[in-house]
């Protein structure tokens, strides 16, 4: 079994910057590729950015990318996601996930393909 914790949401201003942090444990061997989704109030939950575990490549999703950006800490079980010209349209519950397969596009953009899942943090971005 694999447990994901995120960290460092909050509240911060329009124009400022998180740090979003995902902490893997238990069987991370058998994890794949770890993603960050958000879901905004009233919204389906939308991927973000996915990065293999063990080559940290990385993909982006196009509305974000060049905003945001994911990188695996080598060695180590952290996933962060770094959020850059925050928006109050940002505002979400972003949400860690974890797949013990290889996956590519389209499924990458699939949260049902995920096995594994943080509780996920809160993000709020004030105008």
């Known amino acids: 079994h694999v447990r994901l914790v995120e960290s460092w949401g909050g509240l911060v201003q329009a124009g400022g910057s998180l740090r979003l942090t995902c902490e893997a444990s238990?069987?991370?061997?058998?994890?794949?590729?770890v993603a960050w989704f958000r879901q905004p109030p009233g919204k389906e939950r939308s991927f973000l950015a996915g990065v293999n575990w063990s080559g940290g490549r990385a993909h982006l999703s196009d509305s974000v990318k060049d905003q945001f950006t994911i990188s695996k800490s080598n060695p180590g079980n952290t996933v962060n996601l770094q959020m850059n010209s925050l928006k109050p349209e940002n505002t979400a519950v972003y949400y860690c996930?974890?797949?013990?397969?290889?996956?590519?596009?389209?499924?990458?953009?699939?949260?049902?393909?995920?096995?594994?899942w943080g509780q996920g943090t809160q993000v709020a971005v004030s105008s």
């Open positions: 996930a974890a797949v013990g397969i290889h996956i590519s596009s389209p499924l990458r953009l699939v949260p049902e393909i995920y096995d594994y």
């Open positions: 238990g069987l991370t061997g058998a994890i794949s590729c």
